[in-house]
């Protein structure tokens, strides 16, 4: 729970950001031209909150969050999980407090670069962190717990603003952002007390007679021999080379590879940030007023915690495939639909009728609970569990990379896109779902259940990456016997 606050964080940021952006006093001060655009009466409905500089203040963040992750890779390979989660905390709480006192737009994005910062190491750290100390039994449910954060940091972050917006003096979001440091001290503070994983122990070479009473105490029995011994020769068989270069370089971590570029790009096309950053938007475009849109975020919010939180019961019973799939289905048919309703009912001047815009909330309710059910849990799940231990840092910080990174590009491009593609945008985001449901269904092995020492046998048993890793694996055996022939001789 301590661990999955570092998700907390994340989601609080989704929902502050996306709310302050909606709020008049907020663009008056730093962005007078969307401010003014929103009174025009004959701009489009598609248009009127299309500015460069908006999204760049959104987007900031990411861009600080993929450089961060990189050097995240590296501390927490080299100096363990905990130290990665402390350094984003920080630099959140300083992000936090800097975006809350912002006086010009230069101040306004170096907080939020912090910010970014925080979120990368953050998000690098915490999913490996939980994967690493959970039992594989309960592993997908407990992992499962950085979404559910996640979750409830944008519904605690859309309630924050409900209230701030009808502060009338007008600095309401400077509350908002500044609560930001709430979660981040809860996250800091708890994070000293948090022991390492004993995995990042024995990967930096610690004894495993010295790793052991750890893991005793937190499996809360004295039988740890068998998976001692499993995660010291996981860990003492692991190639020594930089981890980047493994990964990107030898056959055996294709798989890996392509799965940890893959799941954070889909993760981010199913449109999900669409809905986070620019639900008050959105709203706000189908004709709902500044409060109603602002309601409306916190109730798909909930609905989005109300899913997660099914999927945690689930996910180790069902497996990740089943959610991935049957998460996909329920994302497909909502979003093409509201493509339709607001192709039909939306136009470019006036306001769509009250019971269009509540069934396009009803649409987006049922999006996001595919999502949380599915992709939104298990796109940090099933990357935290799949790698080996002696790629596993590098990997993680490929996965906050991409994510990030595409993040980025949808929140640049979104307003921009929903401008020029109007209600076409839902129907992009509806051709990926289908995409990414139809990887899964051939491409993602099941790893419900399986150790994370022994998950290299799932990607050996598989129709199409048992070519791959099992081709590779005879070569640098055959090497290894090459080598072994030669010392022989020596």
Known sequence: MVAAMGGLIFGFDIGISGGVTSMGPFLKKFFPNVYEKQEEVVVSNYCKFDNHLLTAFTSSLYLAGMVASIFASLVTRNYGRRPSMLIGGVSFLVGAGISGSATNIYTLILGRLLLGVG????????????????????????????????????????????????????????????????????????????????????????????????????????????????????????????????????????????????????????????????????????????????????????????????????????????????????????????????????????????AGAYSVLILISVYILGFGWSWGPLGWLVPSEIFPVEVRSAGQSIVVVVSFFFTFVIAQTFLAMLCSFKAGTFFFFTWWILVMTAFVFWFLPETKNVPLEKMMGVWREHWFWKRIVGASEEVESGEKGKELEHFGAA
């Open 119 to 354: 979120v990368g190491f953050a998000n690098q750290s915490v999913p490996l962190y939980i994967s690493e100390i959970a039992p594989s039994k309960i592993r997908g449910a407990i992992t499962n717990g950085f979404q559910l954060c996640v979750g409830l940091g944008v519904f605690s972050a859309n309630l924050i603003n409900v209230g701030t917006q009808k502060i009338k003096a007008g600095w309401g979001w400077r509350l908002s952002l500044s609560l930001a440091a709430v979660p981040a001290i809860l996250f800091t503070a708890g994070a000293l007390f948090l022991p390492e994983t004993p995995t990042s122990l024995l990967q930096r070479r610690a004894p495993p007679s010295t790793v052991k009473p750890l893991l005793q105490k937190i499996r809360g029995t004295l039988d740890v021999d068998r998976e001692l011994n499993d995660l010291a020769s996981g860990t003492a068989d692991a190639p020594t080379s930089s981890a980047f270069r493994l990964i990107f370089f030898r056959r055996r971590y294709r798989p890996h590879l392509v799965m940890a570029v893959l799941i954070p790009f889909f993760q981010q096309v199913t449109g999900i940030n669409v809905i986070a950053f620019y639900a008050p938007v959105l709203f706000r475009t189908i004709g709902l007023k500044e409060g109603a849109s602002l309601i409306s975020t916190v109730v798909t919010g909930s609905i989005g915690i109300v899913a997660t939180l099914a999927s945690m019961v689930l996910v180790d019973r069902l497996g990740r495939r089943v959610l991935f799939i049957t998460g996909g289905l329920l994302m497909t048919l909502p979003n093409a639909v509201i493509g339709a309703v607001l192709a039909a009912k939306l136009h470019d001047q006036g306001e769509m009728s009250r």
